[in-house]
């Protein structure tokens, strides 16, 4: 999501000094075209153009300009679904590739910033997960015995983490994370991904792709790029309308940025077990640090109460972390989470062999964007890559179909909005700044009232399957409830599996 609200401003967007791109300007090819250049996109374009395929790079923003500012950069192998329930779920080597594979994305982050030179403010770090007051520690002592049968020895029960002014009781340690700048990190791997050779170009908008024998994506410009093979890497797929968007199901979170004084914290990742958890870390600054504090998350277009939010979140990390001295960053971010905890990464299922998507990011998308960039390179080599079956998108996991069920019948549930009123009651009632859906007739329209009193009006039908979208007064934005397709105030998309517009009104 973008957003000029000036409340929500990630902390990585001052200081990144990623290098502009301009339009793709003419028609192209390339060996692979990938579109999405957040870590997935941009990992793999830089991965394949070390192997010597020629690769072109396309977003219609800027690089990292989409959910990648908006994380808050955990690089991390303590798996957010918990060891336990990916075991479950995928049997005890499924927990083990899982493990193996997180840990080398770690690993291959590390080298791609060593040998690249990268300045991204990189630094190995521990990690803590523990219980809120009051909760049972049975958690913990089921996790530990599962990390460890997962490759993970040296996880360790300890009895506090280090934070001085919260004691959080018994934790479990996970050595060796990490944490960085991801859009420095990016801005470093697009001027790698150019020394190789391959194009970059940003401002575009990939709005049809097809595969095959002649695969091609074609742009909103009229442009075309041809190519032997395709990587969709958009955060969720924006080539599909059901093949994935069944499997995994979008969920907003809130973010604060709160102003420390250097050294105050220990740098390091910190995790509870609620459902929906808090995640922390800290960020140095050049006068202060900044303590990253995350959580309060809900479905995609379910909620809009964006500030108590972030109040809440405040309050929570205020009682902990009584030296938070105020707090200066505000923001939201889209988590797309799988119904088995694994992302969805390799070929797409329904399309040519020549079609790949990363997707599934489940709260790790630093790592799963990492094992993306390594695992489509090495199906588009032609190697074999032991986690293929693990991510391979038309898996079906059956230990998962009650999760399934459940987010599927909330989104069958969305569909009740065509037979309800506005939010008000007409356009009259809006005010300047604001948005609201507004009944007229047999249709809801999605109307915005800008500051100067102008009313933009467009169809409030999400173009991807047709839910009715809401408005969100944060970012504001239009948010669809049922695959988190999202859309500027003016109706301009932001966000996929949608692709394009909402659509415009006959007066």
């Not at 964006?306 to 105020?326: C, K, Q, S, V, Y």
């Not at 230990?399 to 599927?408: H, I, P, Q, V």
Request: proline content about 4%; hydrophobic content about 35%.
């Amino acid at each position: 999501m973008n957003t000029d609200s000036g409340k929500c401003i990630s902390i990585w967007m001052a200081a990144a000094k990623v290098p502009a791109h301009s339009p793709l300007t003419a028609n192209a090819h390339a060996d692979v075209c990938i579109v999405g250049a957040g870590i997935a996109g941009m990992t793999t374009a830089y991965l394949l153009a070390r192997e010597g395929k020629s690769v072109i790079v396309l977003d219609d923003g800027r690089i990292g300009g989409g959910m990648t500012e908006r994380t808050t950069a955990h690089i991390f192998n303590a798996i957010d679904d918990r060891y336990f329930e990916i075991e479950r779920m995928h049997g005890e080597k499924g927990a083990r590739l899982t493990a193996q594979s997180h840990t080398a994305a770690i690993d291959r982050i590390e080298t791609i910033i060593a040998e690249e030179r990268i300045a991204c403010d990189f630094e190995r770090v521990d990690g803590y997960l523990f219980a809120p007051p009051g909760d049972t520690s049975d958690v913990l002592v089921r996790e530990l015995k599962a990390a460890h049968r997962a490759g993970l020895p040296d996880v360790e029960q300890i009895k506090r983490a280090p934070i001085d002014s919260f004691d959080t009781g018994m934790c479990l340690r996970f050595p060796r994370q990490a944490q960085f700048h991801p859009l420095k990190y990016l801005g470093g791997l697009s001027r790698a991904i150019e020394r190789l050779g391959g194009r970059i170009y940003t401002g575009t908008h990939a709005s049809k792709m097809e595969g095959g024998a002649q695969a091609r994506v074609e742009t909103s410009a009229g442009h075309v790029v041809t190519a032997e093979a395709i990587v969709i890497a958009t955060n969720t797929p924006i080539n599909d309308l059901l093949a994935i968007h069944t499997k995994q199901a979008p969920y907003t979170t809130y973010v604060i940025g709160a102003r420390i004084p250097r050294g105050s914290v220990i740098k390091a990742l910190y995790w509870d077990t609620l459902d929906f958890y808090h995640y922390v870390r800290v960020q140095a600054g050049e006068h202060y640090d900044i303590l990253l504090v995350g959580g309060e998350d809900h479905k995609s277009g379910q909620a809009d109460d964006g500030d108590r939010r972030h109040e809440n979140l405040e309050a929570w990390a205020r009682e902990r972390f009584p030296m938070i001295e105020g707090v200066e960053l505000r923001w939201s971010g889209q988590v797309i989470e799988p119904v088995d905890g694994i992302a969805f990464i390799g070929r797409n299922p329904g399309d040519p062999q020549n079609i790949y998507i990363a997707t599934g990011d489940s709260g790790m998308g630093m790592t799963h964007g990492t094992i993306a960039g390594i695992l489509i390179t090495d199906l588009i080599m032609n190697r074999e890559c032991d986690w293929t079956t693990l991510y391979d998108p038309a898996r079906t996991t059956l230990r998962a179909s009650l999760e399934y069920a459940k987010e599927n019948l909330n989104v069958a549930v969305q569909y009740e909005d065509y037979l309800t009123g506005g939010n008000v009651g007409s356009a009259e009632e809006i005010a300047n700044g604001d948005g609201a859906i507004v009944r007229r007739g047999m249709s809801k329209l999605a109307v915005y009232r800008d500051e100067q009193g102008t009313l933009h009006e467009r169809s409030a039908v999400c173009p991807h399957l047709g839910c009715i979208v809401s408005w969100n007064t944060l970012e504001k934005t239009w948010d669809c409830p049922c695959h988190g397709s999202s859309f500027d105030r003016y109706g301009r998309v932001i966000n996929g599996p949608a692709n394009c517009d909402l659509a415009g009104v006959k007066k």
